[in-house]
């Protein structure tokens, strides 16, 4: 089966600026999800969306951050506008359901604030 | 609040010895834990789980021990190879909760 797709793989924008991210997932996972890891931690959720309801963005830095996953497939991670703290590899992941194998992730998208 | 903690930054281990992981985790209403492996410029890829009704999974190389009592659970390769040289994140959940919860990961290096 085809893997979780995301683009763009690089991004660089000066502060301020706003940036887009599309993830579409394993054909068939319900659930989708946004981890942020900045360089030397952890990746750390950002938002979950089941279908596309949004199930948890606890985590999701709202004055900033926004996501949305119309239709219940691919998904877009916007920040507007960036900071220089943004600056991390931003990772998609899918899951069907909570088996053996936890999420199936992305290669993710890099982003750079200048 | 860390609640997955890998305390080792990175490791070196001889190729064709045995390589140690380590982990804990505060959270006891964790029930599910599992190890990703992750590549430079690559997602993590699911490399093994247990649960905590289990103390013991092996898949090939790979084992990964849990230790309750101590909140402690730890990823054995043996032997070691070259393309085991990644970075490793320790992982946890609990039932009824599809969130997954990573530790900040340890840089395996293997040396030939």
């Known amino acids: 089966e085809a893997g979780v797709a995301q683009s763009p793989r690089y991004k660089i924008i000066e502060k301020r600026q706003s940036v887009a991210f599309w993830c579409n997932p394993i054909?068939?996972?319900?659930?989708l999800y946004w981890y942020q890891q900045i360089l030397g931690q952890g990746p750390k959720l950002l938002i979950q969306?089941?279908?596309?309801?949004?199930?948890?963005d606890s985590q999701l830095p709202k004055d900033r951050f926004s996501a949305e996953r119309l239709k219940g497939v691919d998904s877009t991670l916007k920040i507007q506008p960036a900071k220089l703290e943004d600056s991390a590899v931003y990772l998609c992941?899918?899951?069907?359901?909570?088996?053996?194998?936890?999420?199936?992730f992305g290669s993710g998208t890099r982003l750079t604030v200048v | 609040d860390q609640q997955v903690k890998q305390n080792s930054p990175s490791l070196s281990v001889q190729e064709g010895r045995i390589s140690i992981l380590n982990c804990d985790y505060t959270?006891?209403?964790?029930?599910?834990f599992l190890w990703y492996k992750k590549y430079p410029a690559e997602g993590p890829t699911f490399l093994i789980s247990?649960?905590?009704?289990?103390d013991k999974n092996e898949d090939g190389r790979f084992t990964v021990f849990l230790n309750k009592s101590a909140k402690h659970l730890s990823l054995h390769i043996v032997p070691s190879q070259p393309g085991d040289s990644a970075v490793y994140f320790c992982?946890?959940?609990?039932?009824?909760?599809?969130?997954?919860?990573f530790g900040k990961g340890t840089r395996l290096h293997i040396l030939p």
């Open positions: 247990i649960s905590s009704i289990k």
């Open positions: 054909s068939g996972h319900a659930t």
């Open positions: 959270n006891s209403m964790f029930d599910y």
């Open positions: 969306f089941q279908n596309n309801g949004v199930v948890d």
């Open positions: 992982a946890a959940s609990s039932f009824g909760d599809d969130k997954i919860i």
């Open positions: 992941a899918s899951s069907n359901a909570k088996d053996n194998y936890g999420y199936t």
